[in-house]
């Protein structure tokens, strides 16, 4: 496996030319003191830790693993000693309320530094993702007494949290859980069983927070009647010293496909009289606080798509331009480099586009999270938050889904080095395949675009940011490079797609939502693949703009235009075909009875 090296440049230009940081983020209130040298600074020490630490442990853990010892979860050689450092340097608290110890930098940032942790070692960066819900949910609806006891240790990192939602019976039908939650003074007693917990136990902090959901006696059915507790694995006094153990434990560890250093446990709560545990929100409205904990965690699983395809693509690259086979197929008699052959090309071109345009997209769903908390107009802030509601599916399943497809192309240009798992090629593919898994499917992220983010409001969220999208043809129409015109001609009928497909979900879901939602999946995709042009697009047109200005690194600008065009060549060509199986493709998805499957 290669060594990982931060795509700063990359990642700085999609800051500053892409959404604007510094013209645009950096200017909120709160947010003065990101300044251009600040924000080097943080990328360039995150790059630092993120391959130097974090990635040499990524094979390491991967072979290891997590393992369950007498009750307690050791993780593999160097990760304790690597979370502690994180820990020191005081990553975990980058974007959170300096009140309770964050740094209060904005989000778009925090985003691109998180990539590095998760490009370096994804089983690493799954426990601050958690946490970083965690912190969330409790900072969004915990009373003040457990934000006091408890964010200041969450934001740093030196507790960690968790999500507890899943059980045997249940799985994604969350309102088919039995976890039960009595009242017992100011507290509730937890009892139930969870499943696949990411990092529900291990030896990294000194406390875990778990953050639970259950019913009560008396609740309604379904996900009406669930609530949410903070339940912590060691029980915390008034004073915010640690007081004995809570009725909480890891039963067992799952053995996964990838992602092996994280571990994955069943949780037992309550099997000694109930676990203690506090509410969050108020009763019977669990799903409502949840829901800010999951939202949080399936854009960071975006970014988990986007930083794996990362690590991969570097890979790959390094392996085609050592790799000797074959002589060119122009003429000659000389192996060359397999980087020379048009269809080593072709997969590594597919890899570095798709790899660029998720990571526009996620730091553009960042700064809208910046915008939505920051702005001081509360128009600005309501547009804002429309956007990241909008997005959060999108972001989701389209990031993982192709997170998934460049990870498989990446053994495909290792040939059959990358099957065999002394390359490492092939963690990369196996750690990325829960990602569609994780924090929803991707085909229940698909019904949400449709049913909660389209069909609710009319359309009218998702019909204001086509029109936004239609803007940049005004711009794209005054500039002359050589592949903006192509850009331009193929983004603006790829949107025209966009839009059709979405007038007719609109029109067919209130009377057939069976038929809607058999191109639910396919309308995410053309969501996903028209919005990442459209960023691409942008991205194009401010590497034209600083190559013609002189104004930075000219070979890098060449290759950012060359790469948008290569995406609006092979993807954005797409969207015509996927706005037809949305609209034209769904009559035969139910049309069969079960026994004639």
């Given at each position: 496996m290669t060594v990982y090296s931060a795509p700063i440049q990359d990642m700085r230009f999609v800051l500053d030319q892409v959404i604007g940081f510094d013209q645009e983020i950096a200017t909120l209130p709160g947010y003065e003191e990101s300044t251009p040298d600040l924000v080097d600074a943080v990328l360039e020490e995150a790059g630092k830790l993120a391959g130097e630490v974090l990635a040499p442990l990524n094979q390491v853990g991967d072979r290891q693993g997590s393992v369950l010892e007498n009750?307690?979860?050791?993780?593999?050689?160097?990760?304790?000693?690597a979370y502690q450092q994180f820990v020191e340097a005081g990553w975990n608290a980058l974007p959170f309320d300096p009140d309770y110890g964050g740094q209060g930098l904005p989000y778009a940032l925090s985003t691109a530094v998180t990539e590095m942790w998760n490009a370096a070692?994804?089983?690493?960066?799954?426990?601050?993702?958690?946490?970083?819900?965690?912190?969330?949910?409790?900072g969004s609806h915990g009373t003040q007494v457990l934000k006091d006891l408890y964010l200041g240790k969450l934001v740093s990192g030196e507790w960690t949290g968790t999500m507890?939602?899943?059980?045997?019976?249940?799985?994604?039908?969350?309102?088919?859980?039995?976890?039960?939650?009595?009242?017992?003074?100011?507290?509730?007693?937890i009892t139930?069983?969870?499943?696949?917990?990411?990092?529900?136990?291990?030896?990294?902090?000194?406390?875990?927070?778990?953050?639970?959901?259950?019913?009560?006696?008396?609740?309604?059915?379904?996900?009406?009647?669930?609530?949410?507790?903070?339940?912590?694995?060691?029980?915390?006094?008034?004073?915010g010293s640690l007081g004995p153990?809570?009725?909480?434990?890891?039963?067992?560890?799952?053995?996964?496909?990838?992602?092996?250093?994280?571990?994955?446990?069943?949780?037992?709560?309550?099997?000694?009289?109930g676990a203690i545990g506090y509410l969050i929100g108020e009763e019977n409205n669990g799903m409502a606080c949840m829901f800010t904990m999951m939202n949080s965690a399936r854009i960071n699983v975006g970014l988990m798509g986007l930083s794996t395809a990362e690590r991969a693509w570097q890979q790959a690259l390094d392996y085609a331009k050592q790799r000797v086979q074959s002589a060119d197929i122009a003429g000659g008699r000389e192996p060359v480099t397999i980087?020379?052959?048009p269809d080593v090309r072709r997969m590594l071109m597919t890899m570095k586009s798709q790899t660029e345009a998720m990571r526009a997209l996620l730091y553009y769903i960042g700064g809208a999270m910046d915008t939505s908390r920051r702005h001081p107009d509360a128009e600005v802030r309501e547009r804002a938050q429309g956007v990241v509601d909008l997005l959060t599916p999108v972001v989701k399943a389209w990031c993982t889904d192709t997170g998934c497809e460049i990870?498989?192309?990446?053994?495909?240009?290792?040939?059959?080095?990358?099957?065999?798992?002394?390359?490492?090629?092939?963690?990369?593919?196996?750690?990325?395949r829960i990602h569609p898994i994780y924090e929803g499917t991707n085909g229940?992220?698909?019904?949400?675009?449709?049913?909660?983010k389209l069909l609710r409001d009319g359309g009218a969220n998702a019909k204001a940011f086509i029109a936004g999208m239609r803007e940049l043809d005004n711009v794209l129409a005054s500039a002359n490079g050589q592949h903006l015109p192509v850009i331009r001609t193929t983004l603006i009928q790829a949107i025209g797609e966009l839009d059709a497909a979405t007038d007719w979900l609109l029109e067919t879901g209130p009377k057939d939502i069976h038929l809607a939602a058999s191109g639910a999946a396919h309308y995410l995709n053309l969501f996903g693949t028209v919005t990442a042009g459209w960023l691409m697009a942008k991205a194009a047109l401010a590497a034209d703009a600083g190559s013609r200005e002189g104004n930075g690194d000219a070979r890098f600008y060449e290759a950012k235009v060359t790469t948008a065009r290569f995406f609006a060549d092979q993807f954005l060509t797409r969207a015509a075909a996927l706005r037809r199986i949305v609209t034209d493709g769904g009559e035969t998805v139910m049309a069969m009875t079960e026994d004639q499957f």
């Open positions: 009750g307690v979860v050791r993780t593999p050689d160097g990760f304790r000693e070692n994804t089983s690493f960066a799954l426990c601050p993702l958690l946490t970083q819900g965690a912190i969330e949910a409790v507890n939602l899943t059980e045997p019976q249940a799985g994604s039908d969350v309102g088919a859980l039995r976890t039960k939650a009595v009242k017992d003074g100011d507290h509730y007693k139930g069983t969870k499943i696949f917990i990411t990092w529900g136990e291990h030896d990294c902090a000194e406390n875990i927070i778990h953050l639970v959901l259950a019913r009560l006696p008396d609740a309604p059915p379904g996900t009406k009647g669930i609530s949410l507790f903070l339940v912590p694995k060691v029980l915390v006094n008034p004073d153990g809570n009725d909480v434990k890891c039963a067992s560890l799952e053995h996964k496909l990838g992602i092996h250093a994280s571990p994955t446990c069943v949780m037992s709560f309550g099997d000694e009289g980087i020379q052959h990870t498989s192309i990446g053994i495909q240009v290792h040939g059959g080095m990358g099957f065999v798992e002394e390359t490492g090629a092939a963690q990369h593919f196996r750690d990325a229940i992220q698909a019904n949400d675009l449709l049913g909660r």
